[in-house]
């Protein structure tokens, strides 16, 4: 007798955003992908996918563009981000995973809920993450998995973080090495200061974070308050930036920014990141980010991450 096949093998998913897609491809359900967010790009193999979102924001844009547009659209109310109701109805998700946390970062929550409404069956269930801090990042994870059906996967992944997380707090332990003041910065048209998990991740590699509150979403901050600080480390990774759109924006990054004047800057400890791969995408490859953040603290305590990341990483003393 041939055994039914599992509950979620032909259930449809459809995601709205890159965290979400990366969430259900590393539970093992990516080809029950039928729809993803334009920005979806990781793993490589969902780009053919057909994009149920577009955006408002030129993303060849400067920084500083950029953000004014962002503040237009939102002064006036207008959405950020668009969602294709007619590609939404034909693909007829019987999931679709969404996010409340930030109406810059995709679509928001109440567009997504009166799409449904207009063109989805009322069994269509929406999954909505809302992370703001690591440990919200695996919670939202295991919900995922727990609705998909596939909870054995998220526990294997989950296992490897903590496997990763205890190898990264053993090594620093052991180093004895001096805890290091860290800014990262998340945004340089203004400036704004990483937030959210991103303490909590400084802490866990031995670093001590600097003008961020845990679990709060990023501080904006004048070249004053910059000018009251001097960190030891310094990590720029603009929010959905390349690697080379920030190498791009330099003149913009060393004008607003007091470079010269840091610890940071003096012994070549200012580090330029893929902020589009890494570090302000709640989902799996946070834990890559971890790695990451623990190898710009501490370069000759962790050369292996530099190895595995370098295409990711450069310093501003070699740019």
Known sequence: MISPLPKWHSKRIGTLLPSATEIVCV?????????????????????????????????????????QSVESLLKNSLSVYDLDLELLKSL????????????????????????????????????????????????????????????????????????????????????????????????????????????????????????????EKALTVTRENLSSINPDVVIVKPCGFKLEQTLQELETLQRNIPFENWKAYQNNNIFIVDGNAYFNRPGPRIMDSLEILSYCLHPNTFPEFFEKYRQSIRQLNEV
């Open 27 to 67: 539970l093992g359900l990516e080809k029950n992908l039928v729809g993803i967010s334009h920005e979806c790009d990781y793993p490589v193999s969902v780009k053919g996918l057909p994009s149920l979102t577009s955006s408002s924001i030129d993303k060849h844009a400067n920084s500083e563009d950029i953000h």
């Open 92 to 215: 007829k998700p019987d999931y679709l995973i969404t996010q409340d946390l930030c109406d810059v970062c995709a679509v928001s929550f109440g567009q997504v809920t009166d799409a449904c409404n207009k063109v989805l069956n009322p069994s269509t269930k929406i999954i909505s993450l809302r992370p703001q801090n690591l440990q919200d990042i695996w919670e939202d994870i295991r919900i995922v998995a727990q609705e998909l059906e596939v909870i054995p996967a998220y526990e294997e992944f989950k296992a490897d973080v903590d496997r990763r997380i205890d190898y990264i707090c053993k090594k620093v332990s052991a180093s004895n090495l001096t805890k290091q003041s860290v800014l990262t910065i998340e945004w340089y048209g203004p400036v704004m200061i990483g937030g959210l998990w991103i303490p909590e991740m400084i802490e866990i590699a031995g670093g001590r974070y600097l003008l961020a509150t845990p679990g």
